[in-house]
């Protein structure tokens, strides 16, 4: 008989685990609070936009960028059609360009260039970092920080980066405001909502690491991006292919706990409009956020999965977007531009040049020429307008300072991309809810790694027989909060389920993070040492 799984929140670890198993042959059902799928990657239409029977203007919950180093995630894609005869995969786009805008100062472009060996690497990160204005000396020390963790073994990453935060491995303290500002905290926080102060060595080191490779190294991409709003484009082609699979989808249906015998869970109650329920099924795979899994722990469910006892530990930070819509289309950079020295640690992507084949005619009044999406990765530094943190101010406020902040990095040198005149309406996530008169609350906030913190996350195998967990809180290669970890989770969810179904299915493909060749016999020699409880040869000399 066929076997029935419930996948209990339908973000991108729900719809992905749904993939795998439906093409595996298994009857899967998807539980989701929202009326929606795609969780924290849906679009979110501006309500009641759309004027003369067009449609409501494209709205994001945040923008999406997919590195060069996705490989789970962007396979998926690879897998759902598009159009007649295309698939998802084709709908995104490579940026060329990554802009670091400065208050004040004149703005610095990367491009992509590909160093071969490890000298190389090391004066193209000199070059790379120089034009930031951080001394030479300390540019030179923070190169060799990052060297030190692309030459360092995997087990000398987990014992000891995982417990330093990068501040300290970077000395960020004894450096110059530059140092701090720059490659301190501006590299990091806008790496979804991360701060080098708390981030662990290990996930900001590897991540920048990856990311860096994108640029370097010539067969790879550093930045992709949809060609139009991600919804349209990805997300609902996604359900509407696993739908024609079979998967039956339930929004609008929250969880609200789950029943266990000790072994497995006999149950899950979920609540609808009509009132509260019990499902049940042979497995149960739960997507859900951390955030909202920790709520659902109770002492019985604690005892019987240890390994999510401590779901409570791990932090979350808000990260929102917002949109402003242009009359006159600027498209700033071809890619992403990061607001160095940002309060509120701003990131954009100006959509229209990657928007190739949306009308902008067919949206809103017809009139928007651009749309310059913006992510606020701090909601707890005071801002430059009325000097309060976004989480206190109301919404208004929070549109004001974003702007100003926008034209206080891209407003130089005579130059004006942001002009009052120019913004004909803009749009923050409805995520953001204003109860009058206390401060704002975010019903999405996102995982952040802190330091040491991993002991804390799960494996998508817990200690219940028939009950795994898949979201991007769960131990992955990939190991910061996004859409690839969420993929990847969904994917080892998937394979323990397999497994504990008895059947002989081939298990989804899984990739470790991949790494330049010529840095592996420097990992080696590193890993030599570490057995021998001896320091990086790098710390040695
Ligand atoms: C502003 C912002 C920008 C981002 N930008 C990027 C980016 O550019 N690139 C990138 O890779 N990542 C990005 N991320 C991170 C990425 O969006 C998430 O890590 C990823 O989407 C998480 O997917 P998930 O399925 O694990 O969780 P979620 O997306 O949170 O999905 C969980 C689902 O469960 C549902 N749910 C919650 N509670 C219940 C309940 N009780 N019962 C039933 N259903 C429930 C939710 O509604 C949701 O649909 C961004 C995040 C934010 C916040």
């Not at 991540?207 to 991600?230: A, H, K, N, S, W």
């Not at 804390?456 to 859409?483: G, H, K, W």
Request: charged share 20%; aromatic share 10%.
């Amino acid at each position: 008989m066929q076997q029935t799984v419930a996948i209990l929140g339908g973000g991108v670890a729900g719809l992905s685990a749904a993939q795998e198993l439906v093409e595996r042959g298994l009857h899967v059902r998807v539980y989701e609070r929202k009326p929606v799928m795609g969780g924290k990657a849906r679009s979110i239409p501006v309500p009641n936009s759309g004027v003369g029977g067009r449609q409501p203007l494209p709205g994001e919950h945040g923008f999406r960028f997919f590195p060069g180093f996705y490989k789970h995630v962007t396979d998926t894609m690879h897998r759902i059609p598009f159009g007649d005869h295309g698939n998802t995969f084709d709908n995104l786009t490579v940026a060329t360009r990554i802009l670091l805008a400065r208050a004040g100062q004149t703005e610095i472009t990367w491009v992509a260039r590909c160093p071969t060996t490890l000298e190389d690497l090391r004066a193209f990160l000199m070059e790379l970092f120089t034009p930031l204005g951080v001394p030479l000396d300390e540019t030179a020390y923070f190169v060799s920080r990052l060297l030190l963790v692309a030459t360092s073994c995997t087990e000398r990453r987990l014992a000891e980066y995982e417990n330093i935060p990068w501040w300290n491995f970077i000395a960020a303290s004894k450096m110059s405001n530059a140092y701090q500002t720059d490659l301190g905290q501006g590299l990091t926080r806008s790496l979804v909502a991360m701060r080098a102060e708390e981030s662990s060595t290990r996930t900001v080191g590897c991540t920048q690491l990856q990311l860096l490779y994108g640029l370097i190294c010539p067969e790879r991409v550093f930045d992709r991006l949809l060609c139009g709003p991600t919804s349209d484009v990805w997300i609902n082609p996604w359900t509407q292919y696993l739908q024609k699979l079979g998967v039956e989808f339930f929004p609008g249906t929250r969880v609200v706990s789950f029943e266990t015998n000790g072994t497995h869970v006999t149950g899950t109650r979920v609540e609808t409009a009509s009132g509260q329920s019990s499902i049940s099924a042979d497995f149960y795979v739960a997507a859900l956020p951390v955030e909202v899994m920790a709520a659902l722990m109770t002492n019985d469910l604690k005892r019987a999965a240890p390994s999510l006892a401590n779901l409570d530990k791990l932090k979350t930070r808000w990260m929102n977007g917002i949109q402003f819509y242009l009359s006159k289309d600027e498209p700033l950079v071809n890619g992403h531009a990061i607001y160095l020295n940002s309060p509120w640690a701003l990131t954009s992507i100006s959509q229209r040049q990657f928007w190739n084949n949306v009308d902008f005619r067919q949206y809103g009044d017809g009139t928007i020429g651009g749309i310059l999406s913006v992510d606020v990765s701090d909601w707890e530094a005071p801002g430059v307008v009325y000097g309060k943190p976004a989480q206190e101010c109301n919404v208004v406020q929070i549109k004001d300072e974003v702007w100003t902040q926008l034209k206080q990095h891209l407003n130089n040198s005579g130059a004006t991309p942001i002009e009052d005149a120019n913004l004909v309406a803009w749009f923050l996530d409805p995520d953001i809810e204003f109860p009058n008169p206390s401060q704002a609350t975010n019903a999405e906030p996102l995982l952040i790694n802190t330091a040491g913190s991993l002991q804390y996350r799960p494996e998508a195998q817990v200690e219940l027989e028939n009950f795994f967990v898949a979201s991007d809180y769960v131990r992955t290669y990939t190991d910061i909060a996004c859409m690839e970890a969420a993929n990847e989770a969904a994917r080892r969810a998937v394979n323990c389920l397999l497994a504990a179904s008895g059947s002989n299915a081939q298990p989804a493909q899984l990739w470790p993070l991949e790494e330049p060749d010529f840095l592996k016999p420097l990992q080696e020699i590193d890993r030599i040492r570490f057995s021998l409880s001896l320091p990086h040869h790098l710390e040695s000399t």
